[in-house]
């Protein structure tokens, strides 16, 4: 089969391998669209040390069961389908608990680190267990499913802080996540939403999805801005989705006392926080971890149009043309939001 390997850092080679094994308790499925995710992105180059080569990175996904494992009884060959970034073992004490995003066993399909490797979906076939797929409605189309898995990912961010009707919110971070983040939040009955970037085209693509209000760092203090507008006290929500010390820290800053802050973005392993405010205006602070079961709900949204996808695709591209648009996200071109490969 053709897929798109990342055969050293900053190289991806569309080649022929091998088909993928497809275990007893799997299903083959033959991929129809895969995005793009920014992990893979910045795993192309190697800074993040979960994308060691050789792999097949991908793990945004939808596509048709084309085989079945010998343990398989609840899918069918011809089901349209997608599945979580994260296979879970399903035995583990957190599984049990139904905390499956924080397994203890917990592999991410396309990623390759010193505890695994596991190719992902940058193919035209991949295989995952059926404990981890999910149906396609009609109505969504394979381009719509692939984007289900960054849904879900603001979607558990969502539930984590509790969000409550009329509570206003920042988030930090206008890419994939954070304008997912802010949808799911007006869809949540949230009363002001301020979005925070330095990007100005995802700031005005932030005000079509939400945003009530759009602020640029490039002109001012994001922090001082932000309690400006909540009346000096702060937000009652941060939602950080950038992963970065400077946007962690302003998202600590700019919720109010006994707010949440909620950590989505992991770019950097680690940061530093005023230990000291944080116990002081009793903060509460959440990392959030990929999804925990919410799929149904996304697509579920994205069929009643709560959510729109659409607007978010940049292209659709097939799967041999992987390696230039890869290199066009990684040098962060204008406009460029979400791109999907086709095998």
């Not at 190719?119 to 797929?133: D, K, S, T």
């Not at 932030?206 to 001082?224: C, H, L, Q, R, Y």
């Not at 971890?289 to 009643?304: H, T």
Request: charged letters at 20%; proline letters at 4%.
């Amino acid at each position: 089969m053709k897929a798109l390997v990342l055969e050293e850092y900053n190289s991806l080679i569309y080649k022929d391998i091998p088909m993928p094994d497809c275990k007893a308790d799997e299903v083959l499925i033959r991929v129809k669209a895969c995005g793009i995710c920014g992990s893979d992105v910045h795993g192309f180059d190697g800074s993040t040390g979960r994308r060691i080569p050789p792999l097949v990175m991908g793990h945004e996904a939808s596509g048709v069961i084309e085989g079945l494992g010998a343990n398989v009884k609840d899918s069918h060959v011809g089901d349209r389908v997608t599945f979580d970034s994260t296979v879970y073992c399903g035995n583990c004490y957190f599984c049990r608990r139904g905390e499956i995003n924080l397994c203890s066993n917990r592999r991410v399909l396309g990623v390759s680190c010193d505890e695994y490797s596991r190719n992902g979906a940058f193919a035209e076939y991949v295989a995952v267990p059926e404990r981890i797929l999910y149906s396609l409605p009609d109505e969504i189309s394979f381009e719509q499913a692939a984007m289900i898995e960054p849904v879900s990912i603001a979607f558990h961010a969502l539930e984590l802080a509790k969000v409550s009707l009329n509570e206003s919110a920042v988030v930090f971070g206008a890419g994939i996540i954070g304008l997912f983040t802010i949808q799911l939040l007006r869809a949540a009955g949230c009363g002001r939403i301020l979005a925070v970037d330095t990007n100005v085209s995802r700031l005005d693509i932030a005000s079509k999805m939400g945003a009530d209000i759009v602020f640029n760092p490039a002109d001012g203090d994001a922090t001082e801005f932000a309690r400006d507008i909540a009346n000096g006290h702060g937000y009652d929500m941060a939602f950080e989705a950038v992963g970065i010390p400077a946007t962690v820290s302003a998202a600590i800053e700019s919720t109010r006392k006994g707010g949440r802050i909620v950590l989505i973005g992991n770019v950097s392993s680690q940061v530093t926080v005023p230990l000291q405010k944080i116990v002081a205006r009793q903060l509460t602070l959440y990392g959030s971890c990929a999804s925990n079961g919410e799929y149904p709900a996304c697509l579920d949204m994205i069929v009643r149009g709560d959510v729109d996808v659409d607007t978010l695709m940049s292209a659709v591209a097939p799967l041999s043309e992987g390696a230039s648009w890869f290199k066009r996200l990684y040098n962060a071109e204008p406009g460029l939001m979400k791109v999907l490969l086709t095998p």
